[in-house]
């Protein structure tokens, strides 16, 4: 069984941050992904950044230069620092994490942006 806990959500002004952590905890392999997806009103879930636990990333054209993702393998956790947060990024973000053909998600946690 794995489990992801995320946290950091929350409402901010836009040109504002947050930042996300999900801590994963269970059976976890050494080679794995940990990423963030959102998912807002009416739209696919879609990928904002991963990283392989060797430290590659990964981001979505629309945070790149904006969003950092981050992760302490020895805690099993990801981090997303979100900075210039826009009125657009608001949504519901997912912590997943992927290892051996599997993929385990997160509660989910909101993320809301005011404009």
């Known amino acids: 069984q794995v489990q992801l806990v995320e946290s950091g959500g929350g409402l901010v002004q836009a040109g504002g941050s947050l930042r996300l952590s999900c801590a994963a905890s269970?059976?976890?392999?050494?080679?794995?992904?940990m990423g963030w997806y959102r998912q807002s009103p009416g739209n696919q879930r879609a990928l904002v950044a991963d990283?392989?636990?060797?430290?590659?990333?990964n981001y979505a054209n629309s945070v790149k230069g904006r969003f950092t993702i981050s992760r302490d393998n020895a805690k099993n956790t990801v981090y997303l620092q979100m900075n210039s947060l826009k009125a657009e990024d608001t949504a519901v973000y997912y912590c997943?994490?992927?290892?051996?053909?599997?993929?385990?998600w997160g509660q989910g946690t909101q993320v809301t942006v005011s404009s």
């Open positions: 269970g059976s976890i392999f050494s080679f794995n992904v």
């Open positions: 990283i392989t636990s060797g430290g590659s990333t």
């Open positions: 997943a994490l992927r290892m051996r053909g599997h993929i385990y």
